[in-house]
Each structure stands twice: as structure tokens, then as C-alpha cells.
């Protein structure tokens, strides 16, 4: 069965730093896709960045990127100089990717405040 | 870019009545998935079809049921709700040739 993990429930981060939300995850298959999406207050569910389990290189897509560590089950996502606007909360999700109708399971989150 | 569309965008209902709630995926789109997020909840995985059959279930309760249309419509039909329904239901479409869901803005169900 595949999970994820999530270990960081809230985190402070001054305006323009960098930010790395931390995400594990656990999966007997071979061929998986990990997923971020960011969750606003307004509810809806935006996806950020995808690094499928053969890619060789970090996903990146504008400020933000993907720190993925296969060996150690990792897929942290960076986000570059912060703006107010990211404060939300993001979802570390994954799914079987040798299905690709497959459905996503999610993390239990990260809310992210940016300070002024 | 057309997106995916979900009405109601809000819905109340009292305790043991009906709901309706309904998903119109990305043109050629052809799986459709529903998941249902309590507050302060990560999105739990309800059901999903491919080409207009059930192709995955989760927890979703007997309560609920859901299908897909001939235009690939889908809706998710929930009998004698109750408090702990409330929720935000969410509708996403994929195609195999894309990595990625589209989710839709979500329909917020409340039941008082």
C-alpha cells in the first residue's frame, strides 16, 4: 500500500526566503508520480509540480521545485523566494504511475504562513 | 484553458434529505474522480470511472452513489445525509496521456 507523510503540520517563514516542505513516502511499486498541489483558503486545489520515479532530473516549474531522493523515499518541495501568496496549505500526494487511471492518495498536509 | 466544472459551488441541506452534486471533466478527459475533504482533513478518495464504468472505490459509504454519463458527465448522488457529510467534495478528470489531475473548484456541502 502506498502512503505518505507529511511530518511538518505548520510552518512561520519570513517573506523572499526559501521554504522546503518536507514529504516521505512508502510504496512497493516501481513506477510511481509524486504530486504537490497548494490549497489556498478559498478551497480549491491547484497543482504545482510532478517528478515521475524514472525521471533522473529534479521537476522544477517557476519557483518552485522538486527535491526528490529516491534512496531515501523523499520528494521535498522548494519554493523560492516566498510571497505572501503562497501562504496555504500543500498536499504531498502520489499514485501508481504503471496505471496511470490510477487515483492519487494525499499526505495529511503542511500549512504554510509567509510573514511580512 | 478549459477547466473542470463543479456545481453547485455551495450547498446546504438538512440532516437526512438528498444531494446531488455534479462534474463536468476536461473535454476528452476520460476518468472522472470524486474525493471528499472534512475540515482540517487531507482529500479522501471516494470513487472513480473510466469510460463511464466504476473503475476504483474507496471509502465511500453505501449512502453514496455515483455514475458517469454518456458525455462524460459524472455525479455523485448522497441519500439521508448527515452532519458528518460536511464536507468539500471534489471532482478531477485525467487523460493517460497527461501525468497530472485537473481538480475542479470543489462543491462545499454543508448539513445542518
Known amino acids: 500500500a502506498q502512503k505518505i507523510t507529511q511530518t511538518q503540520p505548520g510552518m512561520f517563514v519570513q517573506e523572499k526566503e526559501a521554504v522546503t516542505l518536507d514529504c516521505t513516502y512508502d510504496?512497493?511499486?516501481?513506477?510511481?508520480?509524486l504530486f504537490w498541489y497548494k490549497q489556498p483558503s478559498s478551497g480549491e486545489m491547484i497543482f504545482l509540480i510532478y517528478?515521475?520515479?524514472?525521471?533522473?532530473q529534479n521537476a522544477t516549474e517557476g519557483r518552485y521545485s522538486l527535491n526528490f531522493q529516491k534512496a531515501r523515499k523523499s520528494a521535498n518541495l522548494v519554493i523560492s523566494a516566498s510571497q505572501l501568496g503562497d501562504s496555504a496549505m500543500y498536499f504531498c500526494?502520489?499514485?501508481?504511475?504503471?496505471?496511470?487511471?490510477?487515483?492519487?492518495?494525499f499526505g495529511k498536509g503542511t500549512r504554510l504562513h509567509i510573514l511580512p | 484553458a478549459a477547466g473542470v466544472i463543479q456545481s453547485p459551488r455551495h450547498l446546504i441541506k438538512e440532516k437526512r434529505e438528498t444531494a446531488t452534486l455534479k462534474c463536468y471533466p476536461i473535454?476528452?478527459?476520460?476518468?472522472v474522480y470524486w474525493y471528499q475533504q472534512g475540515p482540517g482533513q487531507d482529500p479522501q478518495f471516494l470513487i472513480s470511472?473510466?469510460?463511464?464504468?466504476?473503475?476504483d472505490k474507496g471509502s465511500i459509504p453505501d449512502r453514496f452513489s455515483a455514475q458517469q454519463f454518456s458525455d462524460y458527465h459524472s455525479e455523485l448522488n448522497m441519500s439521508s445525509l448527515e452532519l458528518g457529510d460536511s464536507a468539500l467534495y471534489f471532482c478531477?478528470?485525467?487523460?493517460?496521456?497527461?501525468?497530472?489531475?485537473?481538480f475542479g473548484s470543489g462543491t462545499r456541502l454543508t448539513v445542518v
Open positions: 500526494a502520489m499514485r501508481d504511475d504503471l496505471n496511470r487511471d490510477d487515483k492519487i492518495i
Open positions: 470511472f473510466y469510460e463511464k464504468m466504476q473503475s
Open positions: 517528478q515521475g520515479s524514472y525521471d533522473e
Open positions: 473535454p476528452r478527459h476520460d476518468t
Open positions: 478531477a478528470s485525467s487523460s493517460p496521456s497527461n501525468y497530472g489531475y485537473t
Open positions: 510504496t512497493s511499486d516501481q513506477s510511481y508520480g
